[in-house]
T-cell receptor, first 114, second 116 residues
Framework: KQEVTQIPAALSVPEGENLVLNCSFTDSAIYNLQWFRQDPGKGLTSLLLIQSSQREQTSGRLNASLDKSSGRSTLYIAASQPGDSATYLCAVSYSGAGSYQLTFGKGTKLSVIP | DTEVTQTPKHLVMGMTNKKSLKCEQHMGHRAMYWYKQKAKKPPELMFVYSYEKLSINESVPSRFSPECPNSSLLNLHLHALQPEDSALYLC???????????????FGEGSWLTVV
């Protein structure tokens, strides 16, 4: 059974700092990995999708990397801003129990202090 | 347009009520999903529809009944719920009928359900 772990559970940084969020998964046979952002009481916003054949994806100040063989992904946020404060979730899609599955980590709650 | 629209945003219902949650997308996506999310927990998959057919039911109690009237709409019918069913219910969609494979999944804002 695929398990997804996100470290740290919570992170507080001053505005302007660069930061890294970590995601690890136990089964490397994945189709893709997706990073989401969730604001309190809101739905999930897709940030970046990395296919299993890719090593990284970039969007603005965000860069996500994937090392499938070691079961790890990182989300790098450059020059953090208070508006980046949210919970960040990673999710991996894979084939399990005869059907496609999407498993989420528990998330990292990020607070960017002005 | 990368929008998944869910209604209502908030719903309070008694344990004997019958209500429905609605979800709509106009991105031409052929896979649609219902997730349940409790406070401070990640979303948990409930149902997946692929080409308007139910393809995954994650052992969800029968008091939750999904329906996919057409490729743009997804409903979740609720009946005889329990207080522990109170949660954020998220609808999502992705391109193509091959669920989850290689495609970005887009989520709606969710419907907050409180069962009293």
């Amino acid at each position: 059974k695929q398990e997804v772990t996100q470290i740290p559970a919570a992170l507080s940084v001053p505005e302007g700092e660069n930061l890294v969020l970590n995601c690890s998964f136990t089964d490397s046979a994945i189709y893709n990995l997706q990073w989401f952002r969730q604001d309190p009481g809101k739905g999930l916003t897709s940030l970046l999708l990395i296919q299993s054949s890719q090593r990284e994806q970039t969007s603005g100040r965000l860069n996500a990397s994937l090392d499938k063989s070691s079961g790890r992904s990182t989300l790098y946020i450059a020059a953090s801003q208070p508006g980046d404060s949210a919970t960040y979730l990673c999710a991996v899609s894979y084939s399990g129990a005869g059907s496609y599955q999407l498993t989420f980590g528990k998330g990292t709650k990020l607070s960017v202090i002005p | 347009d990368t929008e998944v629209t869910q209604t209502p945003k908030h719903l309070v219902m008694g344990m004997t009520n019958k209500k429905s949650l609605k979800c709509e997308q106009h991105m031409g996506h052929r896979a649609m999903y219902w997730y349940k999310q409790k406070a401070k927990k990640p979303p948990e998959l409930m149902f997946v529809y692929s080409y308007e057919k139910l393809s995954i039911n994650e052992s969800v109690p029968s008091r939750f009944s999904p329906e996919c009237p057409n490729s743009s709409l997804l409903n979740l019918h609720l009946h005889a719920l329990q207080p522990e069913d109170s949660a954020l219910y998220l609808c999502a969609s992705s391109r193509g009928g091959m669920v989850l494979s290689g495609n970005t999944i887009y989520f709606g804002e969710g419907s907050w359900l409180t069962v009293v």
